[in-house]
């Protein structure tokens, strides 16, 4: 990869990073933006994952800590989790390079529309669960697991938003236990992923240390800014990324 790609990268996963802390979704533009730069498709789910990898653990650290996650409440999820990620990881190894376009185009722009739409719960309490209300949890959560290790793009987005809907949690509960469950999807992912031979390493562990920083940078600072614009920006950027892979699928 030629020098000023690598450069552009770097700058491009710190900065989504950051402004990752308070959008989330990074995905959305990163894997998008490697395939603009020649990067096989494959390669660049799998090396992403790779480097999302650090950054979910780097994440969960503080939470566990300050002992803001039950883990032995989330231990059912993370079982269906890891499941779910083996089997959309493997699923990357079986479609084609253009398949691999099509879902993560798709995934950006209903991703995208998910987070315009989405209702927030306005108060921060959480609620009781009913048996029918944890069924529906456990299986949007094996459902979405399959998606994080096929591409993992909004996939904790999405993940909170169930929780908080039908886990009974609050959304502070609900950050702090997703970001424990995507340790062990981008995990199981990065595994199969090492298996079928399609990491980058060296660019991967790059982009790791990259969202580190990003995540410790974004943590202090980028939650001072105004988030209406943060998230405008950002899903703007996404939904002209969305447009233009689909656009080179059209005219090739």
Avoid: C
């Avoid at 950051?18 to 990163?30: A, D, E, K, Y």
């Avoid at 949007?140 to 908080?164: C, E, M, N, P, R």
């Avoid at 943590?219 to 689909?246: D, G, P």
């Amino acid at each position: 990869m030629p020098a000023i790609n690598l450069i552009v990268l770097i700058l491009l996963f710190f900065l989504t990073t950051v402004v990752g802390v308070v959008t989330g979704s990074n995905s959305l533009i990163t894997v998008p933006v490697m395939f603009q730069f020649g990067i096989d498709e494959k390669v660049a789910v799998a090396t992403n994952m790779f480097g999302l990898t650090f950054m979910s653990i780097g994440a969960t650290i503080p939470f566990l800590r300050q002992g803001k996650i039950n883990v032995g409440r989330v231990s059912p999820m993370i079982v269906l989790t890891v499941i779910g990620s083996a089997i959309g990881a493997t699923l990357v190894g079986l479609i084609t390079n253009q398949s691999m376009k099509l879902i993560v185009s798709i995934a950006m722009i209903a991703v995208t529309l998910f987070t315009v739409f989405q209702r927030k719960r306005v108060n921060g309490e959480a609620h009781a669960v009913s048996k029918v209300s944890l069924a529906i949890a456990l299986v949007l959560t094996f459902l979405l697991a399959i998606y994080g290790g096929l591409y993992s793009g909004g996939y904790v987005t999405i993940l909170t938003a169930t929780v908080v809907a039908f886990f009974g949690m609050t959304f502070a509960e609900a950050v702090a236990s997703t970001k424990l469950i995507n340790v062990f999807s981008s995990s199981v992912a990065t595994i199969v992923f090492a298996w079928q031979g399609l990491i980058d390493y060296r660019l991967g562990l790059i982009l790791g240390v990259t969202m580190f920083v990003g995540a410790y940078f974004g943590a202090h600072y980028a939650t001072k800014l105004n988030e209406l614009w943060l998230r405008r920006i950002f899903l703007t950027t996404v939904l002209l990324l969305a447009i233009k892979i689909l656009y080179d699928l059209a005219i090739g």
